[in-house]
């Protein structure tokens, strides 16, 4: 599969992220933190690898869509009680830096489901510091298939990667802030409803999974047949 090559400002971007990291990790307040955070991710993209097709297809020849058991020695399973906001959690910006009052993670859970398709994006649940379970679909695509399906999103356009995704929900909170301050979107109470988008490499990352959606073409199915009733499916 071919990659588009990086840019001279791609590189450099990266370039000042890998200092700014470098910074940080040595820093005696930010440094563990820092780790912290780094290690969720580690474990985040660790089991978007980890396979599983041989065995939802075990499942499929039986007629079985049960939940398919994480191993121990994967690096999710070995997070307990960790320092770190559930990463597809709202997490407000605080001013102090202290961050202090965050929904942290306290574990993930055992095993997995999926969200079918080619690639198979796992869908696993986060608990956090508050009692609740939080659902995120881990994504790794190596195809050149595209699925929308009940708001879960995962790309596998070939040479697009989950950072469009953030750069596109960075766009709509912005349209948010821009309607907020409009008297007559206020009113109606318009607004985009956004979901977390955590890009981990190219074409992998955690998405906040999204309940109570319709699947797109679910909903074209229902209302043409409202609309045009005698029309031939």
């Known amino acids: 599969q071919s990659q588009r090559p990086a840019t001279l400002s791609q590189i450099e971007r990266v370039s000042a992220v890998s200092d700014i990291f470098a910074k940080l990790r040595s820093d005696p307040v930010a440094g563990e933190r820092i ?11 660790e089991l978007a690898k980890h396979p599983i097709k041989h065995i939802v297809k075990t499942q499929q020849k039986k007629n079985a869509n049960s939940p398919v058991a994480l191993p121990n020695s994967l690096l999710v399973r070995k997070i307990k009680n960790l320092k770190v906001p559930v990463i597809t959690a709202p997490t407000p910006i605080d001013p102090s830096t202290e961050y202090r009052d965050c929904i942290w993670i306290m574990q993930y859970e055992e095993q997995c489901t999926t969200a079918g398709g080619v690639n198979l994006p796992k869908i696993v649940r986060c608990y956090g510091s508050n009692g609740k379970a939080y659902k995120q679909l881990v994504s790794l695509d190596n195809t050149t298939s595209f699925r929308l399906s009940q708001r879960k999103q995962y790309k596998g356009e070939g040479d697009d990667d989950l950072r469009q995704d953030a750069v596109m929900e960075q766009v709509f909170e912005l349209v948010n802030v821009v309607l907020r301050h ?21 074409q992998a990352g955690v998405l906040e999974f999204v309940d109570n959606t319709t699947p797109l073409h679910a909903w074209l199915n229902s209302a043409h047949a409202r609309s045009v009733p005698y029309c031939e499916k």
């Open 35 to 45: 780790q912290a955070v780094e290690h969720v991710c580690n474990a985040s993209l």
């Open 182 to 202: 409009d008297r007559q979107t206020q009113k109606r109470k318009l607004g985009v409803r956004g979901y977390k988008v955590i890009p981990l490499a190219a």
